[in-house]
Nanobody, 129 residues
Framework: QVQLVESGGGVVQAGGSLRLSCAASGRSFSSYGMSWFRQGPEKEREFVAGISRSGDNTFYVDSVKGRFTISRDNAKNTVYLQMNSLKPEDTAVYYC??????????????????????WGQGTQVTVSS
C-alpha cells in the first residue's frame, strides 16, 4: 500500500501549462504502475495518462495526446503530469492512482479505475477561457 499526495493544481488561462506532482510514501514505489485520472463537473472519473512501473510504457487518452506528458522519478517516489496547451474542457479534479505491478509480471499500463488500489485526495485544475 502507498499513500499518495498530489500537488500543482491551480487556475490557468487557456493555452497555459501546469505540472502536477504525486508524491508516494510507502514501500517499493518502483513496483507500482501509476496513472492520473480526472473528474470534471457532473462527469464520471476518466483515465488521463498512465506509466508502467519501469517507466518504459505510457498511455494517454486521445484528448490529451500531444499536450500532456506523464513521467516518473523512482528515486524521488514521484510521478508527474506535465500539461501544456490547456483547454477549458481540461477543468477537473485530477487524481493520482497506484496499482501494484510486481516484478516478473507484464509491465503495462492499466486504464480502468477498478485496477487501482490506492488513490490520492485530488488536486483541482481550472482552465479559464
Amino acid at each position: 500500500q502507498v499513500q499518495l499526495v498530489e500537488s500543482g493544481g491551480g487556475v490557468v488561462q487557456a493555452g497555459g501549462s501546469l505540472r502536477l506532482s504525486c508524491a508516494a510514501s510507502g514501500r517499493s514505489f518502483s513496483s507500482y504502475g501509476m496513472s492520473w485520472f480526472r473528474q470534471g463537473p457532473e462527469k464520471e472519473r476518466e483515465f488521463v495518462a498512465g506509466i508502467s512501473r519501469s517507466g518504459d510504457n505510457t498511455f494517454y487518452v486521445d484528448s490529451v495526446k500531444g499536450r500532456f506528458t506523464i513521467s516518473r522519478d523512482n528515486a524521488k517516489n514521484t510521478v508527474y503530469l506535465q500539461m501544456n496547451s490547456l483547454k477549458p474542457e481540461d477543468t477537473a479534479v485530477y487524481y493520482c492512482a497506484a496499482r501494484i505491478s510486481p516484478q516478473g509480471l507484464r509491465d503495462y499500463v492499466a486504464r480502468y479505475a477498478r485496477n487501482y488500489s490506492d488513490w490520492g485526495q485530488g488536486t483541482q485544475v481550472t482552465v479559464s477561457s
